[in-house]
C-alpha cells in the first residue's frame, strides 16, 4: 500500500520557521520526484518544492527560493521542507506528493501518489 504521511504543520506568526516532514512507504522511493504542494482558500494547487534523489534534481516555486530548503533522508524515505522567514501568504494546506515528472513548474494533474494535507497558518 503506497503512503505518503505528512506532519509538521501549525499556527507560526510571520517571519517564523516550520519543518514539514514525509515518510513514503510502498514504492521505490528513488523512481519518484517527492515534494510538497500547497493549496490556500480559493485558490489552485500549486508545486512548491520536489527532490528526486536519484538525479539529484531540485525544484522551487519562484515564491518560495530563498526561504523554504527541500532535503531527503534516503535510509529513513523521508523528505522534509524547512520554510523560514514564513509570510502570511503562505497560509495553506501543504500536501505532500510523488511524481515521475521531474519538471518545472510542478504540474499536479502529474502526480502519481498524494498524502494528506497538513494545515500550515501564518499570521501577521
Known amino acids: 500500500e503506497v503512503q505518503l504521511q505528512a506532519s509538521g504543520g501549525g499556527l507560526v506568526q510571520a517571519g517564523g520557521s516550520l519543518r514539514l516532514s514525509c515518510v513514503a512507504s510502498g514504492f521505490t522511493f528513488d523512481d519518484y520526484a517527492i515534494g510538497w504542494f500547497r493549496q490556500a482558500p480559493g485558490k489552485e494547487r500549486e508545486g512548491v518544492s520536489y527532490?528526486?534523489?536519484?538525479?539529484?534534481?531540485?525544484f522551487y516555486a519562484d515564491s518560495v527560493k530563498g526561504r523554504f530548503t527541500i532535503s531527503s533522508d534516503n535510509a529513513k524515505n523521508t523528505v522534509y521542507l524547512q520554510m523560514n522567514s514564513l509570510k502570511p501568504e503562505d497560509t495553506a494546506v501543504y500536501y505532500c506528493a510523488a511524481s515521475r515528472f521531474f519538471g518545472r513548474p510542478w504540474y499536479k494533474d502529474l502526480v502519481d501518489y498524494w498524502g494528506q494535507g497538513t494545515l500550515v497558518t501564518v499570521s501577521s
Open positions: 527532490i528526486s534523489s536519484s538525479s539529484g534534481r531540485i
